[in-house]
């Protein structure tokens, strides 16, 4: 059989944390696989950061990114520059991941190209077309192009199931970030790092991320200022706060929080380095997403500082909670998670929801199994009770 030339395009630091597993899986089918990695580089350094780590060297790199770039930027630049590269390499299949600006372009460029579009990370959904914005309806418009959707969990597929989409097209996979993690994160590590190895982490310690669009201005200003009312209150707390690239958020983080006492503020962690931190901190306060998915695998409580969530499952299962990004709201919960032992164990039970650490594997099986390298499908992910 002649070989399967699959293309990954992704291009922010979360999609290729969470492409990377795959990657690396579909590398070891040197026989039926051409793998050819593409990317937008809508983030440089972040993305950058995490290439390096998992030695992954793109085949194209489209450098789309500029300071301040609007969602007009991304989607143009990306669509342009993936037309010549899909042109020139005819990919069978392109893969993107997730809910960014490039995934939906990647998945756009595929279907004009007559390409087909695998989905990693599909069917995540808040039902809110601007919470998160653009994400929500990056994730929907990728969706409707897509025809090997890897739902990470059994509620995505159902999100997906109800949008009519064919059950025969969707892999329950468990999420890739879960690979990524249990790769990464290690017993005793030592950061070498001036920084994280000097803080003391006997008291509390806090891990603080912040970068959502919807967030931006006064909401995370709510958010930082909750922050120093806990510095205010509680002697022994420590933040620590890797700033996000972007300077709509950077302004306002050293605004609010620049050089105060027991706060320590970072440029983005490498991934290796970030993922240990977040087991050895007490409680993390996060937007993100993907620090949603991987803290409830380390046992640690998170809280989110936002209004809706597409990953309802760690929030049932207690160990995430919702608290939006209002300055009250923030600073009662965070209290009561340093002040409350009962709530705080109730919150810190490890649990599993979102992966088992092989699910590359079953996503790298499926495309196997629908190109007919394989007889068999991959089993469906249960996650562990
Ligand atoms: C993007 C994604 C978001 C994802 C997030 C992960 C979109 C619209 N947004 O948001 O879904 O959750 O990435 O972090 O797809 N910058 C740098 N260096 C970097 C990265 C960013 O300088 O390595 C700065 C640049 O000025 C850039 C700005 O940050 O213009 C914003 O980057 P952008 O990708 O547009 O938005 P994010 O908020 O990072
Ligand atoms: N992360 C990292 N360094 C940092 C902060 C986060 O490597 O300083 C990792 C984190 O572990 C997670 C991913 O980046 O895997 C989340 O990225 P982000 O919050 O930017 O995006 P989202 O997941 O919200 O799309």
Same mark, same amino acid.
């Given at each position: 059989?002649?070989?399967?030339?699959?293309?990954?395009?992704?291009?922010?630091?979360?999609?290729?944390?969470?492409?990377?597993?795959?990657?690396?899986?579909?590398?070891?089918?040197?026989?039926?696989?051409?793998?050819?990695?593409?990317?937008?580089? !809508?983030?440089?350094?972040?993305?950058?950061? %995490?290439?390096?780590?998992?030695?992954?060297?793109?085949?194209?790199?489209?450098?789309?990114?500029?300071?301040? !770039?609007?969602?007009?930027?991304?989607?143009?630049?990306?669509?342009?520059?993936?037309?010549?590269?899909?042109? &020139?390499?005819?990919? !069978?299949?392109?893969?993107?991941?997730?809910?960014?600006?490039?995934?939906?372009?990647?998945?756009?460029?595929?279907?004009?190209?007559?390409?087909?579009?695998?989905?990693?990370?599909?069917?995540?959904?808040?039902?809110?077309? @601007?919470?998160?914005?653009? /994400?929500?309806?990056?994730?929907?418009?990728?969706?409707?192009?897509?025809?090997?959707? @890897?739902?990470?969990?059994?509620?995505?597929? /159902?999100?997906?199931?109800?949008?009519?989409?064919?059950?025969?097209?969707?892999?329950?996979?468990?999420?890739?970030?879960?690979?990524?993690?249990?790769?990464?994160?290690?017993?005793?590590?030592?950061?070498?790092?001036?920084?994280?190895?000097?803080? $003391?982490?006997?008291?509390?310690?806090?891990?603080?991320?912040?970068?959502?669009? /919807?967030?931006?201005?006064?909401?995370?200003?709510?958010?930082?200022?909750?922050?120093?009312?806990?510095?205010?209150?509680?002697?022994?707390?420590?933040?620590?706060?890797?700033?996000?690239?972007?300077?709509?958020?950077?302004?306002?983080?050293?605004?609010?929080?620049?050089?105060?006492?027991?706060?320590?503020?970072?440029?983005?962690?490498?991934?290796?380095?970030?993922?240990?931190?977040?087991?050895?901190?007490?409680?993390?306060?996060?937007?993100?997403?993907? %620090?949603? &998915?991987?803290?409830?695998?380390?046992?640690?409580?998170?809280?989110?500082?936002?209004?809706?969530?597409?990953?309802?499952?760690?929030?049932?299962?207690?160990?995430?909670?919702?608290?939006?990004?209002?300055?009250?709201?923030?600073?009662?919960?965070?209290?009561?998670?340093?002040? $409350?032992?009962? &709530?705080?164990?109730?919150?810190?039970?490890?649990?599993?929801?979102?992966?088992?650490?092989?699910?590359?594997?079953?996503?790298?099986?499926?495309?196997?199994?629908?190109?007919?390298?394989?007889?068999?499908?991959?089993?469906?992910?249960?996650?562990?009770?």
């Amino acid at each position: 059989m002649e070989k399967l030339k699959v293309m990954t395009i992704f291009g922010t630091r979360p999609e290729a944390i969470k492409m990377a597993p795959v990657i690396l899986e579909l590398k070891n089918f040197p026989q039926e696989v051409e793998v050819i990695v593409a990317v937008t580089a !809508q983030h440089r350094e972040m993305l950058d950061q %995490v290439l390096n780590l998992f030695n992954i060297r793109p085949d194209y790199d489209l450098n789309i990114m500029s300071a301040g !770039q609007t969602l007009f930027d991304i989607t143009s630049r990306a669509l342009l520059g993936l037309n010549k590269v899909l042109q &020139e390499v005819k990919p !069978q299949i392109v893969l993107v991941h997730g809910d960014t600006t490039t995934t939906f372009a990647g998945a756009l460029a595929a279907y004009y190209h007559q390409i087909s579009v695998g989905h990693v990370e599909a069917g995540l959904r808040t039902g809110n077309k @601007f919470s998160p914005y653009p /994400e929500e309806m990056n994730r929907k418009l990728t969706a409707a192009l897509t025809d090997l959707n @890897f739902a990470p969990t059994n509620t995505a597929k /159902e999100n997906l199931l109800r949008e009519g989409i064919d059950e025969e097209k969707i892999f329950v996979t468990g999420n890739t970030v879960i690979d990524a993690l249990y790769k990464t994160v290690k017993k005793n590590f030592t950061f070498n790092d001036k920084l994280l190895d000097g803080i $003391d982490y006997a008291g509390k310690t806090i891990l603080v991320t912040t970068h959502r669009r /919807e967030n931006w201005g006064e909401p995370l200003r709510q958010v930082y200022k909750a922050l120093k009312k806990i510095l205010d209150e509680f002697a022994d707390v420590k933040i620590i706060f890797p700033v996000h690239k972007n300077p709509v958020v950077r302004d306002v983080v050293n605004e609010e929080l620049g050089n105060l006492p027991r706060v320590y503020l970072t440029d983005p962690l490498d991934y290796e380095p970030f993922a240990n931190l977040m087991n050895r901190v007490d409680l993390i306060l996060t937007d993100s997403g993907g %620090v949603q &998915e991987e803290a409830p695998a380390l046992g640690k409580p998170v809280l989110v500082l936002r209004n809706t969530t597409e990953r309802p499952e760690a929030v049932n299962a207690g160990t995430v909670k919702l608290v939006g990004t209002n300055f009250e709201n923030v600073f009662a919960n965070t209290k009561l998670l340093l002040t $409350d032992a009962d &709530e705080y164990k109730k919150m810190s039970d490890a649990c599993n929801p979102y992966g088992d650490g092989i699910a590359a594997k079953r996503i790298v099986q499926a495309i196997l199994w629908h190109y007919k390298f394989v007889d068999e499908k991959p089993a469906t992910f249960q996650p562990r009770r």
